[in-house]
């Protein structure tokens, strides 16, 4: 079954350090992205890449980076957490232009602390 | 630019109470629009598509339609059920990207 897999599924992070989340895809999409969800609020776009190697920019990209090493692997680093980074983290995958059908991952929770 | 605009922050219902779920869409394009639903610990799950103006997306009781005239468009069930507690995020789907509505929280209490 395609899937979309976040590792890990939570994480404590010491405010300063180097924190990396992992995401899988078995959909063979080209679209791969990373939302933020802060409690009571809608998701919120960080990075997204269409082809490995490469990665654009979303809408609060500040403080965030982002790798594509392969198209099945997409990864979100904070080089420096802070407390305001934390919140939950999604990644989804797409499979195309004019495509709408996005396959979210199940989150994963960061604790800044 | 693009965006949604979701409202209402929480809804409450007894089983078998009528949903109605707004929100307004702002875009240069001509929309397809999503609802999406996420029950807890989970990720975002498509619920509903509606591609075209005044036509019905169906699925799991739940509609789902769009009027082009107002901007808006509403996601309803006619009766809900407990295992309908979830929150559900309208979303504005052009191009590479997603723009979600920031959720309705709906519990249902039995």
């Known amino acids: 079954e395609a899937a979309v897999t976040q590792s890990p599924r939570s994480k404590v992070a010491v405010t300063g350090g180097k924190v990396t989340l992992s995401c899988h895809q078995t959909n063979n999409h080209d679209y791969m992205y990373w939302y933020r969800q802060d409690t009571g609020h809608g998701l919120r776009l960080i990075h997204y890449?269409?082809?490995?190697?490469?990665?654009e920019k979303g809408d609060i990209p500040d403080g965030y980076k982002a790798s594509r090493p392969s198209q099945e692997n997409f990864s979100l680093i904070l080089e420096l957490a802070s407390l305001s980074q934390t919140a939950v983290y999604f990644c989804a995958s797409r499979a195309g232009t004019g495509n709408s059908d996005y396959t979210f991952g199940s989150g994963t929770r960061l604790l800044v602390i | 630019g693009d965006s949604v605009t979701q409202k209402q922050g929480q809804v409450t219902l007894s089983e078998d109470d009528f949903l109605f779920i707004n929100c307004t869409y702002s875009t240069t394009t001509y929309p397809t629009l999503l609802w999406y639903v996420q029950y807890p610990g989970q990720g975002p799950q498509l619920l509903l598509k509606?591609?075209?103006?005044?036509n019905k997306g169906i699925s799991r009781g739940f509609e789902a339609t769009y009027d082009k005239g107002t901007t808006s468009f509403h996601l309803q069930k006619a009766s809900v059920q407990e295992s309908d507690s979830a929150v559900y995020f309208c979303?504005?789907?052009?191009?590479?990207?997603?723009?979600f509505g920031d959720g309705t929280q709906l519990v249902v209490k039995p």
């Open positions: 509606v591609t075209t103006a005044n």
């Open positions: 979303a504005l789907p052009p191009g590479n990207r997603i723009f």
């Open positions: 890449s269409y082809v490995a190697d490469s990665t």
